[in-house]
């Protein structure tokens, strides 16, 4: 029997008993992060990396069932012996490693491979199946180094300074808005946060995650000559709204891994499109596979049958798993409170 199987609730593990990333309710369910994709409310038990405490209660909801456990120590349930280990996606990301019956599998999560400072870095893990993502799974997709996209935010924020504009750059909430809050030259101006930023910077920084001084949004007035000097980080899900009219003349940026393309780029409609994203390109994704040594590989949402293929032809034995994860490079999976605050 598969030590991970695919059911209507989400993956499930039929010899511990227990899910991983449900997205309907359940009994036990071990959380790889806390984007809502991956983490729901509603279920009775959860279990997750310690680093990523702070962050699911603060968006599940401070009194949840949650237990924790550090990276890499080892936990035995129903004879299934369970660890997390850094993914590199957001704060408190982790990989699911499995051993049962001499068995090692390993469900990635969401991840990245390049460290930015915000979280542990990804860490491969030796296993005999590996259960990826392929957010990103195509060949067109191969990141430029993050250092050369903060630069050009740097750039596009000094250059709208010198025409008196705000820079509203847009980006997911969780996890992207601080690692651009991290590796950005917040020396060039005053930051603002948008509500459902400035919470999750809150939880960074009781991390011990540096970020740099920001200020809520909400809290400035539209003919503050601070405006015309900031640079403005929120979430997707405002730039359509009229909470955009506070700022008056203003430049606006996406920050997501889909500004590779030209269309979404157009349909966006915005003046910058930052290429940056919180999980592996193409190069990536083909290398952690490597370097865990699977034999067998499952890949989960994105572009799922180009991955699958491109394996097989390297003589893995591949397939996929149908699940219902999203994509948080779209604010998708807003709280009710960030899309009331998102409308202001």
């Known amino acids: 029997m598969d030590l991970v199987i ?3 609730e989400g993956l499930y593990c039929p010899a511990g008993d227990f899910y991983i990333d449900p997205w309907r309710p359940v009994e036990r369910a071990v959380i790889t992060h806390a984007h809502g994709d991956h983490a729901h409310r509603g279920n009775q038990h959860y279990l997750a990396a310690a680093p990523g405490e702070g962050i699911l209660r603060s968006r599940l909801g401070q009194d949840i ?7 890499g120590e080892r936990l035995l349930h129903h004879g299934v012996t369970l660890s997390f280990h850094p993914a590199g996606h957001v704060l408190g990301s982790a990989q699911v490693r499995l051993e049962y019956g001499g068995e090692v599998w390993v ?10 400072g915000t979280c542990a870095p990804f860490e491969p893990v030796r296993c005999h199946t590996f259960i990826t993502e392929s957010t990103f799974g195509l060949p067109i997709y191969r990141w430029q180094p993050q250092a050369q996209i903060f630069a050009e935010i740097n750039q596009w924020w000094r250059a709208n300074i010198a025409a008196q504009k705000a820079s509203v ?10 690692r651009i809050l991290h590796g950005i030259d917040a020396s060039i101006g005053p930051i603002l946060s948008h509500g459902a930023v400035e919470p999750l910077n809150r939880v960074y920084r009781d991390a011990g995650i540096y970020l740099p001084p920001t200020i809520y949004a909400g809290d400035i007035k539209k003919s503050d000559p601070i405006m015309r000097q900031a640079l403005v980080i929120a979430p ?3 730039g359509a ?32 499109g930052f290429v940056l994203s919180d999980h592996a390109d193409w190069p990536g994704l083909l290398w952690a596979i490597e370097q865990t040594g699977a034999e067998r590989v499952m890949v ?7 991955l699958v293929q491109h394996l097989r032809e390297k003589g893995l034995d591949a397939q996929g798993f149908s699940t219902e994860y999203g994509d948080d490079e779209e604010e998708n999976a807003a709280a009710p409170a960030e899309l009331a605050e998102g409308q202001r």
């Open 241 to 272: 709204s009229t909470w955009m009219r506070r700022f008056g003349d203003y430049s606006d940026g996406f920050a997501s891994g889909w500004m590779r393309l030209r269309g979404p780029r157009r349909r966006r409609g915005v003046d910058r």
């Open 300 to 306: 989960t949402h994105g572009s799922i049958g180009v």
């Open 107 to 116: 469900a990635s999560g969401d991840y990245k491979i390049e460290p930015d």
């Open 6 to 8: 695919a059911r209507p």
């Open 169 to 178: 750059l847009l980006c997911y909430s969780f996890g992207k808005a601080q």
């Open 236 to 238: 997707p899900s405002a």
């Open 65 to 71: 069932n949650l237990q924790t456990l550090p990276y």
